[in-house]
């Protein structure tokens, strides 16, 4: 198992471009979209700018679909289409392993581009840090679990890995539209923000934004997210093919 995360991870690193781009890009957003918006810099109702909770949230959600629907698919698919899950699987190291490095690798990346994402937020608009540091850090993991989940879905589904980046964005774009990354759920129309709740994405987002700001999560997006890590856990293990 360390055996095959160093040698992951060696992989993984050589990509360094796609990295900081999937690193880069969020935080980008978050400057230029804080500095060029006005309403992002002022105080709102709650006692606080948007970028105080609310563009950071967002711009994690976004850096998360992108290793959730583009990298962890793309990777897995390839390694089928070259048969390396069907090498494995006559040795005695499981494809189940190499499967679960994945997982923690795109875990391990959603947390240094999230950890980027507060430092930015901090040294250049002052952001607090979040208040809720256990909720936050709850809901990150659930919900990136959660996401990538949906992730492994996608690789079952793509037939090789060049139609896994189209059928990643096709899951991406309304699941970034519904979990607020293209505009805050708090302008959303209540039908749209009602299905925005049940999406998975709208309650990583809320929920995310809620401890940061101080607040306890919802249980309804609670139990978004726990569900749909169940459910797409479950069919991520039920449709995934090892070659």
């Known amino acids: 198992m360390r055996k095959i995360l160093f040698l992951e991870t060696k992989l993984y690193l050589r990509d360094w471009p796609f990295m900081a781009f999937t690193i ?23 006692g606080l700018r948007g970028v105080d909770a609310q563009m950071p949230t967002m711009m994690m959600l976004l850096s998360l679909l992108v290793l959730a629907c583009s990298v962890l698919p793309a990777v897995l698919t390839t390694y089928r289409e070259q048969g390396v899950l069907k090498r494995m699987s006559t040795t005695p190291v499981h494809p189940a392993r190499l499967l679960t490095v994945q997982l923690l690798i795109n875990l391990a990346m959603g947390a240094v581009s999230t950890a980027v994402l507060i ?48 059928i990643g964005s096709v899951a991406m774009i309304p699941l970034a539209f519904l979990g607020g990354v293209y505009f805050p759920r708090e302008i959303m129309p209540d039908t749209l923000r009602t299905i925005s709740d049940f999406s998975v994405a709208g309650p990583v987002n809320q929920a995310l934004t809620d401890a940061w700001a101080g607040q306890a999560p919802q249980p309804l997006h609670l139990a978004v997210i726990v569900g749909g890590l169940v459910v797409f856990g479950g069919l991520a293990v039920r449709l995934f093919r090892w070659e």
Request: positive net charge.
């Open 24 to 46: 880069g890009l969020p935080v980008t957003l978050l400057v230029v979209l804080g500095l060029s918006i006005p309403t992002m810099t002022k105080v709102g109702a709650s």
């Open 119 to 166: 430092g930015s937020a901090r040294l250049v608009f002052g952001a607090p840090l979040p208040r809720q540091w256990g909720w936050f850090l709850l809901v990150f993991l659930f919900g990136t679990a959660a996401l990538l989940a949906i992730g492994l879905v996608i690789a079952a589904l793509a037939p090789n890995g060049r139609a896994a980046p189209g």
